[in-house]
């Protein structure tokens, strides 16, 4: 690909609406493949999204996702002014939550979220302040495939 | 194995518009933890859960599955048929269990998900 303008999408997520939880990784993963990117880096890219998508809805009190498409990188972006993560290391192991039971009824809260997005992206980093919010960025390289 | 084979062998019922039962199924994921399916489950394997809310459907469509089959004889909520019919998802409800859902494809030929050991990934 030539060098140009990246692309930038943003929507808005809303606190505990998990009717519409989905939608911005559905529509970014559509956005992707519309635009010819391989389909498991789609696959990835709209999971991660969506776990961040998740995390969004059910801790961050919502917040706003954002996908930009730059010629060698695929980088999603989760920002929200929620209440931030006390224990990051802790958060990045699998199994610990916080979240309450009714999330965990519903196949999610399982402490999946954020090693999930760990392993399907190239590169990760978490920006969180407890009590101002919590800023992730995911990275997937599109130079070269790996597999999954 | 096609889906509408599937159908049969789980005297299951299909719900939704979706008629894209003639999809060809190699391997199957059962689980009610959908983070679980998305680090694990293979794109284009078949989703067997006994969660039946929206959420599900979502995660399907992000690992590119070809159907999902709701197991314990849950009915799906009106949404959740929706969003399914939107994205040419075929939903089947069977009346049997988790297990014996798997035990009946497993034993017609459905394989396994590749799943890696957990630590170490």
């Known amino acids: ?148 | 194995m096609f889906l509408s084979e599937i159908l049969g062998l789980l005297e299951a019922e299909k719900v939704g518009k979706s008629e894209h039962l003639s999809v060809e199924i190699g391997c199957a994921f059962a689980s009610d933890l959908m983070s679980d399916v998305l680090a694990l489950a293979s794109p284009g394997s078949l989703l067997i859960t006994g969660l039946t809310n929206i959420q599900i459907v979502r995660t399907a469509s992000m690992l590119d599955m070809p159907g999902v089959v709701f197991v314990r004889g849950k009915r799906p909520a009106k949404e959740t048929v929706e969003l399914a019919d939107k994205m040419g998802l075929p939903i089947i409800l069977t009346n049997k269990t988790m297990f014996e859902t798997c035990g009946i494809l497993y034993a017609a030929g459905i394989k396994s998900c590749f799943c890696p050991k957990r630590s170490g990934q």
């Open chain 1, 1 to 148: 690909m030539s060098a140009r303008e990246p692309l930038i999408v943003q929507r808005e997520v809303k606190p505990l609406d998990f009717l519409a939880a989905g939608e911005t990784a559905s529509e970014f993963k559509e956005l992707l493949k519309s635009l010819g990117i391989p389909t498991d880096i789609c696959r990835r890219a709209s999971i991660v999204t969506y776990e961040a998508e998740m995390n969004t809805v059910i801790h961050g009190g919502g917040g706003v996702m954002s996908l930009r498409l730059e010629d060698d990188a695929i980088i999603i972006v989760a920002e929200d002014q929620g209440p931030g993560i006390a224990d990051l290391e802790k958060a990045m192991q699998e199994g610990y939550s916080t979240a309450p039971d009714f999330v965990r009824e519903m196949g999610f809260g399982a402490g999946m979220g954020l090693p999930n997005i760990k392993k399907y992206s190239d590169k990760l980093e978490i920006d969180t302040r407890v009590g101002e919010g919590t800023t992730l960025r995911a990275y997937i390289s599109l130079k070269g495939q790996r597999e999954e």
